[in-house]
């Protein structure tokens, strides 16, 4: 089969639940489309080229409604958790309109039963040191750290997720509030209270829009002395020639220091101006 190339588009890539083979089975891969809309496997027209048609069995996702607005949820470890040195959260992304929350395991696998919701799960540190420790040459990365790799593994999976996660080392530097006991030496029901303590909503820092321009700053004129014209004898009738005159040379001695004098006629100097 051949065609001019100017009669459809090549090298075109069919997404997941786009296209369906005639056979029913969804399509994916390379495909071009002719001229009048139809569309082939293949990235140009072949005799091995197969059609293909737009899978309609899958309804454009909804736009959520009240009920289905997703919230973040409290999440803590738990003193166990501690001995581990990690546990698990949980994040949900409504694939409409790009939301991403923290959520509890059971809500976590309820919502993304939902065609329209995306979940991950992510492995969070909560063991000692906070920051990286260095000794005798070897680098021990501390929960900072190997919490922000984790995280852009999973970023990978829901795009946003580690800008969405604001605390690295939310949970770790937990200490007892009671004096003269650790943390690891409280009862279970202590332990639990200062744990509580902490809250897991993130809070995303708010950004402090930049100006579009910037403000010019204003620079006084200097000021012009005055000129006492009181003195001055009027040639042209009606008055106030001289003072005019005088007033100009003011204004020219305070820019560059340089007097014009007088109106002059026969004066080269003043003509060649």
């Known amino acids: 089969m051949w065609l001019p190339a100017f ?34 496997t293949k990235d140009i027209p072949s005799v091995d080229s197969i059609e293909i048609f737009a899978d309609d069995s899958e309804p454009h996702l909804p736009e959520p409604t009240y009920e289905q607005k997703l919230v973040s949820e409290q999440v803590y470890p738990t003193p166990e958790d ?16 790009g939301k991403i929350v923290e959520a509890k395991r059971t809500t976590y696998k309820e919502k993304t039963k939902e065609k329209f919701l995306l979940g991950v799960d992510l492995k969070w540190i909560i063991d000692k040191p906070v920051k990286d ?19 852009k593994k999973q970023d990978l999976v829901m795009k946003g997720l580690y800008d969405f996660i604001t605390e690295y080392d939310k949970f770790v530097n937990i200490e ?21 303590k902490i809250s897991s909503i993130q809070n995303t820092p708010k950004v402090k829009p930049k100006p579009r ?5 204003r620079v006084s004129p200097t000021p012009i002395p ?18 005019q005159l005088q007033y100009l040379d003011a204004i020219d001695e ?20």
């Open 7 to 40: 009669k459809y588009i090549k090298g075109l890539l069919a997404q997941r639940g786009q296209f369906l083979l005639p056979s029913g089975q969804p399509y994916e891969g390379s495909y071009h489309e002719l001229y009048n809309g139809r569309t082939f």
């Open 82 to 97: 501690y001995e581990k040195g990690f546990f698990m959260r949980y994040f949900v992304k409504d694939k409409r309109n």
């Open 133 to 151: 420790i260095f000794n005798q040459g070897y680098l021990y990365k501390g929960a900072i750290t190997r919490n922000k790799e984790n995280t």
């Open 176 to 196: 007892s509030d009671v004096e003269g006991y650790k943390f690891e030496e409280l009862p279970r029901v202590e332990k639990v209270r200062i744990i509580k």
């Open 213 to 217: 321009f910037k403000k010019k700053k």
């Open 226 to 243: 005055p000129v006492n014209t009181s003195n001055t004898t009027s040639t042209s009738g009606g008055g106030g020639g001289g003072g």
């Open 254 to 273: 305070n820019l560059d220091g340089t007097s014009m004098g007088g109106y002059d006629p026969d004066n080269n100097s003043f003509n060649n101006y």
